[in-house]
């Protein structure tokens, strides 16, 4: 079981930190990720590290304002996230596989670990 942390409510242009770990301090995975979802809408991939090497993949919407990292000592994966809009509004995902390909990356079918997900609102 994975946990997330660190949504609430911004001002457009502000930033956030969200963190995701896993309940029992082990979070081995190949791919950690996050994504996002909106009422009525599907899972959104927002950004994915590989644990080997740190490669990183974002999401066209966020790219050049978000950023994940992998915090190994923490055993934590981070999203950076800057210059906030409104449409960045949404629940925000944490998801681990351990048997992931990289063309799959952006299908949140292909991850077994999810978080319970943490609200981010971002308005005046």
Not at 11 to 28: I, Y
Not at 33 to 38: C, L, S, V
Not at 90 to 99: D, E, K, L, N, R
Not at 104 to 109: A, D, F, L, S, V
């Amino acid at each position: 079981q994975l946990q997330a942390s660190g949504g609430g409510l911004v001002q457009p242009g502000g930033s956030l930190r969200l963190s995701c770990a896993a309940s029992d301090g082990t979070f081995n995975y190949r791919y950690a990720a996050w994504f996002r979802q909106t009422p009525g809408q599907e899972r959104e991939f927002v950004a994915a590290v590989k644990r080997s090497g740190g490669t990183t993949y974002y999401g066209d919407s966020v790219k050049g304002r978000f950023t994940i990292s992998r915090d190994s000592a923490k055993n934590t994966v981070i999203l950076q996230m800057n210059s906030l809009k409104p449409e960045d509004t949404a629940v925000y995902f944490c998801a681990a596989g351990s048997t992931i390909i990289t063309s799959n990356i952006y299908n949140p079918g292909a991850y077994h670990y999810w978080g319970p997900g943490t609200q981010v609102t971002v308005s005046s």
